[in-house]
């Protein structure tokens, strides 16, 4: 496969979970790519030998993506060593219950700090690097659609946004050829939401297919809509969620 030779990718969050998947499947599909994580630099460490075992060149940068400026300037840094930035893949994303009796304002500044402000400053970023052929995906999340718990208001209402940018952004950027798109995953077995945690049997009872997905079935529909196969694809909210939504 070498759908992406020659392309340049950022994945936000890209030391764990989707974002390391997004990551190895992109480099293995011929892409060099950077990764941005927080906290863990050894897993981020293990991503890039990773990428560069599939003979890409790899970076692991720290920026969170609450910090607008901090997200900005690893962009612009996987631009400089790479000498190009064709893909950026917004994944970074936290989940914080809120429930109403808690303090769900706290959690509303924490999750669209990052959920929704650090994509959108991701995005502007990058665009400014791509030409002809870029490619934004974000990794939203089938709760913009459907929220099937009490204390999800927040979180859904951050992925509701992140549509919301992606089809904005899908116009801005359509004239020049980038495409903007949005990856909903249903349940996907990482840290955030294991298959062995607390929500797994309410959540897969509400699945035409009742399993959780693995993060590599996630990269393939990622890879896919970063590929050039998918030009036309712009703008669009793309389930993948084994009929979560159904
Ligand atoms: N898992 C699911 O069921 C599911 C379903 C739908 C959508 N999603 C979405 O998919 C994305 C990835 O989720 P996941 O399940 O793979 O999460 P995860 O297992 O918690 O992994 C999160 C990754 O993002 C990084 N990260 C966390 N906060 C960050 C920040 N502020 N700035 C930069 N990087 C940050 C983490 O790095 P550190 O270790 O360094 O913090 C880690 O690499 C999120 O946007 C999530 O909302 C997940």
Redesign the pocket.
Known sequence: MARLQGKAALV?????????AVAKRLAAEGADVA???????S??QAVVADIKAEGRKGLAIQ????DGQA?QAAVDRAAAEFGRLDILVN?????IMAPVDGDPLAAYDATFA??VR?LYAASLAAAKHMGEGGRIIQ?????ADRVPMPGGAV?AAS?AAVQALTRGLARDLGPRGITVNDV??????????PESGPFADLLKSTMAIQR??R?EE?AALVAYLASPEAAMVTGAAISIDGGFLA
Do not use: L
């Open positions: 936000t969050g890209g030391s764990r979970g989707i974002g390391a990764i941005t994580y927080v906290r863990g630099q897993p981020a920026a969170d993506a609450a997200v994944n970074a994303g936290v989940f990052v959920n650090g990794i939203g999340s089938v709760n979180y992925k909903q995953p249903g349940p996907v077995d990482t840290d955030m939401n959780y997905a993060a996630i």
